[in-house]
């Protein structure tokens, strides 16, 4: 009896030391997959400024950024001359010159919320990244998400996030205490309330739809899963076109930059801002075009599948895990060349135009969207 005692005491000890060190080893995981996502996104979004000056110098007829240089980089054969040519040392140039310039604060703005402002531009696109799965990994026989919070709930946990973005545009307008910047803050709250709902309906068919064979349709990793046979963007064309249109104007993105408006507003929002705190506006921008990209992966274009019904093995180890991520990472770089594409190729919309294509086109759009796959999903399922 003491030896069976003793027995079951060491293996019940063990189990609990077992237990920690999983329990630790996941706790770990987290922690790199979160600083990985914010890698992630900090890395697109430096890298999209110089998209962005290369793609608009192509459609222009131009070089673009090529001559900025930095002396002794230069000197390490073909990989010098080649970062010159690819325009990234000007991406190191111009960060910085963020970084050292001088800060200029004006005596007539709101200090503490004038400075506050620029951080809560960027710093909801960064913990919203920890929820997105950008690839996936096989443990103990079944799929994990790549990522550093997966959740029942990451779809509704990220869309609560992006939508925070705009206070920062709200606060920067309202502290500055200049007509232009608030006018650019006015902007930029009633276009995210006026797109927030069609985006928000675009999905609802997506869920409704998946609902049944899936345990969690607000989950982005299970969304992302249940397109492995096919992709939901041929599957809910309007909602993915609707969804898509609405991205575009919740990034404030050409052709839907009023927040921003160069020729009405000077600069919009951040008409006062300058150096560091401006840097920080840039990069917030372009990190949201980084989760919106990513959203709309997940939601409809696939998420980590390579083509419409087809998907990696998963016997194939951690290989499958660095082929779902990589393919992942190349449709984020996709969206992002085409939100660029996008903004050289289309004029700006005026004002009362974006407001009118908002509640009085894509709304109504996006509500007989949900009404006809309603019914589709009485009568098929």
Known sequence: MNSLFLLSTLAAQSGVAQASSIGFIDVLLKILFGFAAIGVVMCFAALSVVVERKVAAFIQGRYGPCRTFIPYVMLIPFVGRFL???????????????????????????????????????????????????????????????????????????????????????????????????????????????????????????????????????????????????????????????????????????PFDMAESETDLVSGFHTEYGSFKFGLFFVGEYGHMVLGSSLFICVFLGAWSPLPGLSYPTDWGWITAVLATLTFLAKIAFMIFFFVWVRWTLPRFRYDHVMNLGWGKLLPLAVANLVFYLLLAAFVK
Request: charged share 10%.
């Open 84 to 254: 010159q040519r690819a325009g990234l040392m000007q991406l190191a140039a111009d960060g910085l010159k963020f970084l050292f310039k001088e800060e200029p604060l004006p005596s007539h703005v709101n200090k503490f919320w004038f400075t506050v402002a620029p951080v809560m531009s960027l710093a909801p696109v960064l913990i919203a990244s920890c929820a997105i799965p950008f690839g996936f990994f096989m443990y103990d026989g079944s799929p994990r998400a790549l990522a550093a919070a997966d959740f029942d709930l990451s779809l509704l946990f990220v869309l609560a996030l992006g939508s925070l973005g705009v206070y920062g545009a709200v606060l920067a307008g309202w502290s500055s205490n200049s007509k232009y910047s608030y006018m650019g803050a006015i902007r930029a709250s009633a276009q995210m309330i006026s797109y927030e709902l069609t985006m928000v309906l675009s999905l609802v068919p997506v869920i409704i739809w998946i609902a049944p064979n899936c345990e969690s349709p607000l989950s982005l990793f299970e969304l992302g899963l249940s397109q492995s046979s096919m992709w939901n963007c041929f599957m809910f064309p309007l909602s993915a076109f609707l969804f898509l249109v609405a991205l575009f104007a919740e990034t404030n993105r050409q």
